[in-house]
């Protein structure tokens, strides 16, 4: 079955970094985009930013761009999020999605989340 | 990337139907056939229950359905059952290639 993993979440404090990653299985990761969304609390989902199935398209949110970088390898089953420049309003529980098809903007599987506070 | 708009909540009783709307531009809703809804249960993994407007995955109910006109899709959930009650997203592809959410909808079992 499919499954997914976060890891990496924490307390952080504001302009550090971090880096989450996402543990993939149960299907042919390769063959799939990814996403990170996310959820302040209290707050909706807000896409990240999602990551073509070679990755050779990455595409960001406003909010993130110039920040946030993701990044996948293929040969381990994973995908990460390298997180700069880290704002209080970055906190969040943050999802890793696998995207339906090879570049689809929709999600059909979803992790259960890590949280990442941004917080001196 | 202004978020889709959404309704704050919705209620209905059992056995009735309901729809929930979502409203969004030319670049985003109304330009592409790319509008998934997803039901979200606080705490836990969000599901894709709508994808491309109107297509269900494997596994989830005829219950859902889904339509758009113009730049606003709609999710409808027809004979409403207590375990519907979540929170409701609807996402959609735009024009920067990128994904937009909705503010998301709290559906209310009655």
């Known amino acids: 079955q499919v499954q997914l993993v976060e890891s990496g979440g924490g307390v952080v404090q504001p302009g550090k970094s971090l880096r989450l990653s996402c543990a993939a299985s149960?299907?042919?990761?390769?063959?799939?985009?990814m996403h990170w969304v996310r959820q302040a609390p209290g707050k909706g989902l807000e896409w990240v930013a999602v990551i073509w199935y070679d990755g050779g398209n990455k595409y960001y949110a406003d909010s993130v761009k110039g920040r946030f970088t993701i990044s996948r390898d293929n040969s381990k089953n994973t995908v990460d999020l390298q997180m700069n420049s880290l704002r209080a309003e970055d906190t969040a529980v943050y999802y890793c999605a696998r995207g339906r098809t090879r570049h689809s903007s929709d999600s059909d599987y979803w992790g259960q989340g890590t949280l990442v506070t941004v917080s001196s | 990337q202004s978020a889709l708009t959404q309704p704050a909540s919705v209620s209905g009783s059992p056995g009735q139907s309901i729809a929930i709307s979502c409203t969004g531009t030319s670049s985003d809703v109304g330009g592409y056939n790319y509008v998934s809804w997803y039901q979200h249960h606080p705490g836990k993994a969000p599901k894709l229950i709508i994808y491309d407007v109107s297509n269900r995955p494997s596994g989830v109910s005829n219950r859902f359905s889904g339509s758009k006109s113009g730049n606003t899709a709609s999710l409808t959930i027809s004979g409403l059952q207590a375990e519907d009650e979540a929170d409701y997203y609807c996402g959609s592809y735009t024009s920067s290639s990128t994904q937009v959410f909705g503010g998301g909808t709290k559906l209310t079992v009655l």
């Open positions: 149960g299907f042919t990761f390769r063959s799939h985009g």
